[in-house]
């Protein structure tokens, strides 16, 4: 019977076991990180690049190209990818974060061969049509013109530019009128240099197997993407606003970065 009336004691685990990805390599030398775990016939291929917000003096444009790349290639347009992917049963996933971003393709392993060239479409040859861009622009508006009224939103973009200085990459905040200057040309020249040469690791994760495995190496080789590598933000670069000057600073000022970005930690030897 169970006890409903004395709670289970807290304990700490005794061991945590992780396994440990399996370690391979781009032709180019990009570090592939292959963790072979589940017990479903899927899997998930992340490419990450170093095209976070860092690596623009904009953090609107490296969010924008991460999120408009799906949004058709030189192939297809945006409801033919999304509709192909669909009846496959995959889907893509984009991300962008301070320091790094990423795109990925979940899929069934059986249609992997199928799903593949979509990935590869949109990463190799996004077309960024302008149709799609101003859509962006104006539920983008609206979503700041929104977020502007909360006080949650207003207190973290406060603390960040208090903390880093509104000219660090990490205090920058986007305003309404970057949206008005947001066209193609621009994302499709930071895709140029932050993606096509910006990619920093691979990640394939599920129930592959090795042929499965080395098909999907096979096709990113072919994507001819170069090896990149994080921007380093100077100390000097964080300027702290006047009230807080007085208060403990954060960081050591002995070391040569604010932080370490996330991907660092990611061991490419």
């Known amino acids: 019977m169970l006890d ?74 945006s409801s033919e990818i ?31 061969s199928e799903t593949l060239p979509y990935f590869q479409e949109i990463i190799t040859q996004p077309l960024y049509p302008a149709k799609e861009i101003q859509t962006y622009k104006q539920q983008g508006k609206q979503r700041l013109s ?7 939103y207003l207190a973290r973009i406060n603390f960040s530019q208090s903390l880093f200085g509104q000219d660090h990459a990490y205090g920058r905040v986007t305003s309404l009128e970057e949206y008005d200057l947001l066209d193609s040309k621009a994302l499709v020249d930071y895709h140029e240099k932050k993606y096509k040469n910006g990619l920093r ?6 129930l592959a197997n090795e042929q499965l495995v080395q098909k999907i190496i096979n096709t990113i080789d072919s994507m001819d993407l170069k090896n990149g590598s994080l921007p380093t933000i100077p100390l000097n670069s964080y300027v702290p606003a006047k009230n807080l000057s007085k208060k403990k600073m954060l960081f050591n000022p002995q070391l040569e970065l604010v932080g370490e970005h996330l991907l660092d930690t990611i061991p490419i030897s």
Not at 17 to 45: A, H, R, S, W
Not at 48 to 54: D, P
Not at 82 to 89: H, N, R, T
Not at 146 to 152: R, S
């Open 4 to 77: 409903r009336i004395h709670p289970p004691q807290i304990s700490i685990p005794s061991l945590i076991e992780i396994q440990e990805p399996q370690k391979l390599f781009l032709k180019n030398g990009t570090p592939i990180y292959n963790i072979c775990v589940g017990t479903q016939e899927v899997v998930k291929i992340e490419l990450i690049f170093a095209a976070g917000n860092i690596a623009s003096n904009s953090s609107l444009i490296a969010t924008a190209t991460n999120d408009l790349m799906e949004e058709g290639s030189a192939k297809h347009n």
């Open 82 to 112: 999304a509709e192909a992917l669909d009846f496959y049963g995959a889907y893509l996933h984009a991300e962008n974060g301070p320091d790094w971003s990423s795109i990925s393709l979940f899929s069934l392993n059986k249609f992997v």
């Open 146 to 152: 929104v977020n502007l009224t909360k006080v949650d």
């Open 201 to 206: 690791a691979v990640v394939i994760s599920g």
